[in-house]
């Protein structure tokens, strides 16, 4: 008893000397880092840096680097430790117009977490570094030109046609719908079509087994989210994977099922699949002209390589094209005035394109791309952007010298509700989308896509996929706010993108 005894306070003595030692030098090295350059920063905790609001779910990301970047905006650049590494939030328009454009070379890596041995499926466009990146981006640009994107438009209204009967069977009762969860199983049905070739018909069977996975992908992990984006090193250091390995399995496996039954039956669609399928077979896309990418055909996608492309096209696609839709319905339902416009300009291009919803007729809905437009600027997706530092960069219009390795993060949340670019940046004003305000504001003050060679390569087919929702969603209907519907929205913690807490409730009901 009495060795038990000593052993357990020699092992607290021992443990308090460690971590006394530990904090003395994070406190004396580490948290020195962007004082000793003479950049601005805001005060580090022992040991979790500035992270520990995100890392524990007390607040979202948006709201802390909106916080961040309210307080602080007059200084162009920001230092703050996530960790035990240093990040540089970037403020100034100018010095992310270098960083996502002009200086592109010294910063094209977004840092995030990319094994491809640990975790297949995280070797995709969004994650991969350096010329791995560069290669796979030329492969895949064809395939999102518009005369792709129109190929694949069918697969779009047909889903919008089984939209548009769900929702009017709705309307008949005004019942009072999840939008978040409604449009999130319409955009699973178009991404596994157009990705994988499956009919999920998840609007009249929301628990399918795509449906299941999709949310098990995106259900809000604080700390493993938090680590993924500010600390990757982790899992390369314990060898673990950030995708759970049952999602992994699942989608290389449907994928591979996928590509051989068309294979052994010589099925050609107009899909985002048969352009994977082509790459893995030639290296390139066919009937292309883009001569780069024929120069990388001895480059052909293995299947794996392939199935992660085909993951992160549903990944960007399910998430962010639904929340965006939500956050839009929401706002139109607040503003009924706006909501009325856009119908209007939904039924008059209807007509001019003799009653039926072609990919031109969407095209020339100025309106609703406007509406969309400041749907993104308020609630942007993504609304943070990473980089990393590869070379050390001298940032223009300063003395300060960013060095090899550090990670350098812009703000978009905070800067899409800067007052000083968007006066009375709360309200929701598509007119701020109109030709003459957006060539009075900086080019680099709207960023829902990101900027630059890495810009996002599947905008236009989310814009699109969005707007083909809104439309189905307002041409015979009319969306009002629920009894329990907020008048301000809250976001959920520990999610990587912008979503609201508790899904956005809205009655819907026929139009009179």
């Known amino acids: 008893m009495l060795l038990a005894t000593w052993l357990i306070s020699d092992i607290l003595a021992i443990s308090s000397v460690i971590i006394a030692g530990w904090y003395i030098y994070y406190k004396l090295h580490i948290f020195k880092f962007w004082q000793k350059r003479g950049v601005f920063y805001v005060e580090p905790t022992f040991p979790t840096g500035n992270i520990m609001p995100i890392v524990i779910g007390k607040r979202s990301q948006a709201e802390f680097f909106g916080d961040i970047y309210h ?63 560069r290669n796979l981006r030329v492969k895949l640009t064809p395939t999102f030109t518009a005369g792709k994107l129109k190929q694949m438009f069918p697969i779009m209204k047909d889903i919008g046609n089984t939209l548009a009967t769900y929702l ?49 992908i995106f259900d809000p992990k604080p700390l493993w989210n938090a680590l993924i984006v500010w600390a990757p090193q982790v899992f390369d250091f314990f060898s673990i994977p950030y995708t759970d390995k049952d999602v992994t399995n699942f989608f290389i496996n449907v994928f591979k099922e996928t590509v051989e039954y068309r294979e052994s039956n010589n099925i050609e669609r107009k899909d985002f699949l048969n352009l994977l399928m082509q790459l893995m077979r030639n290296g390139y896309v066919e009937a292309d002209d883009n001569s780069e990418a024929a120069t990388l055909a001895k480059n052909k996608l293995t299947m794996t390589e392939a199935a992660a492309q085909a993951f992160v096209f549903y990944l960007a696609g399910f998430e962010t094209s639904s929340t965006t839709v939500t956050f839009c319905l929401y706002e139109l339902a607040m503003h009924q005035d706006i909501q009325n416009k856009v119908r ?81 940046p709360d309200k929701f004003d598509p007119e701020r989308f109109s030709e003459e305000n957006i060539k009075t504001r900086h080019p680099y003050a709207y960023l829902p896509f990101g900027e630059g060679p890495r810009i996002c390569i599947g905008l236009r087919f989310g814009l699109i996929q969005t707007k083909v929702a809104v439309i189905n969603a307002l041409l015979k209907n009319k969306m009002t706010f629920a009894p329990d519907t907020p008048t301000t929205l809250d976001y959920e913690p520990g999610s990587l993108i912008l979503i609201p807490k508790g899904g956005v409730h809205l009655t819907i009901e026929p139009l009179k």
């Open 71 to 133: 307080r602080y905006k007059q200084h162009p650049l920001v230092g703050i430790y996530m960790l035990h590494k240093p990040f540089l939030i970037i403020n100034d328009l100018d010095l992310i117009r270098d960083v996502l454009a002009k200086q592109f070379t010294n910063f094209h890596d977004r840092g995030f977490f990319c094994n491809e041995k640990t975790d297949p499926l995280s070797g995709h466009l969004f994650q991969l570094p350096g010329k791995k990146w």
């Open 344 to 424: 209007e300009e939904i039924q008059t291009q209807l007509e001019k394109h003799g009653g039926d919803l072609t990919y031109d007729a969407v095209n020339e809905m100025t309106y609703l791309h406007k509406v969309i437009s400041e749907t993104l600027r308020k609630y942007p997706p993504v609304t943070v952007l990473n980089r990393i530092c590869t070379n050390e960069t001298t940032m223009e219009g300063t003395k300060f010298v960013i060095p090899k390795g550090i990670a350098v993060t812009i703000p978009v949340f905070g800067i899409h509700r800067d007052a000083n670019i968007y006066p009375n």
């Open 168 to 216: 009017e069977e709705k309307a008949q009762t005004r019942s009072t719908i999840d939008v978040k969860d409604v449009f999130s199983r319409y955009a699973v049905d178009i991404i596994m079509s157009a990705a994988f070739g499956i009919t999920c018909d998840s609007l009249e069977n929301p628990d399918n087994e795509f449906r299941y996975w999709g949310k098990k």
